[in-house]
T-cell receptor, first 112, second 114 residues
Framework: DAKTTQPNSMESNEEEPVHLPCNHSTISGTDYIHWYRQLPSQGPEYVIHGLTSNVNNRMASLAIAEDRKSSTLILHRATLRDAAVYYCILSGYNQAGTALIFGKGTTLSVSS | DTAVSQTPKYLVTQMGNDKSIKCEQNLGHDTMYWYKQDSKKFLKIMFSYNNKELIINETVPNRFSPKSPDKAHLNLHINSLELGDSAVYFC?????????????FGQGTRLTVV
């Protein structure tokens, strides 16, 4: 699977939007872009994923660049509960089976 | 109802012992995984099963043996525990193994080897 690059850490204020960037310049045509987050002392939690088009769900939005070499996870109004490590992961469509490969992620701090 | 549940949540044991961690998912998923998160917080895939068949087996010591009695269960047995096995172990499941679906993780089992 192709590699992703994320900032080590970001800070935000409560109730402000947060844009978490991810670069994946070597993405292949069959790679899905996944975002997971891990709150302290919990297991990773699915946030959103997409292939080419922007995606929205109740948790966040995923904006995918036209060339797919980068993407941005958007939290529309950060809350204290959103403080977590956010992982951007590429997962290729593979009939034989694949698994999520986690990097270091971005540690998001949210201040009140 | 907990989607992916692991037992026990905490496990403290001595070096050389054999222990098992159990995982169950009630989501009807075909695929299950074991991940290890070490003290530096890196999450690494260990194993993946699809419909009870092993499909991913990363470079893991032979002392680790997964067993899937049915699609809803994936247990992890560890022989001759070593200090370096201390970590948090996460079980996960997904509808398919193909990379285009979301995965659900359990709350983790914190294993401490003393």
């Amino acid at each position: 699977d192709a590699k992703t690059t994320q900032p080590n850490s970001m800070e935000s204020n409560e109730e402000e939007p947060v844009h978490l960037p991810c670069n994946h310049s070597t993405i292949s045509g069959t790679d899905y872009i996944h975002w997971y987050r891990q709150l302290p002392s919990q297991g990773p939690e699915y946030v959103i994923h997409g292939l080419t088009s922007n995606v929205n769900n109740r948790m966040a939005s995923l904006a995918i660049a036209e060339d797919r070499k980068s993407s941005t996870l958007i939290l529309h109004r950060a809350t204290l509960r959103d403080a977590a490590v956010y992982y951007c992961i590429l997962s290729g469509y593979n009939q034989a089976g694949t698994a999520l490969i986690f990097g270091k992620g971005t540690t998001l701090s949210v201040s009140s | 109802d907990t989607a992916v549940s692991q037992t026990p949540k905490y496990l403290v044991t001595q070096m050389g012992n054999d222990k098992s961690i159990k995982c169950e998912q009630n989501l009807g998923h075909d695929t299950m995984y074991w991940y290890k998160q070490d003290s530096k917080k890196f999450l690494k895939i260990m194993f993946s099963y699809n419909n009870k068949e092993l499909i991913i087996n990363e470079t893991v010591p032979n002392r680790f043996s997964p067993k899937s009695p049915d699609k809803a269960h994936l247990n992890l047995h560890i022989n001759s525990l070593e200090l370096g096995d201390s970590a948090v172990y996460f079980c996960a499941s997904s509808p398919s193994p193909r990379g285009n679906t979301e995965a659900f993780f359990g709350q983790g089992t914190r294993l401490t080897v003393v």
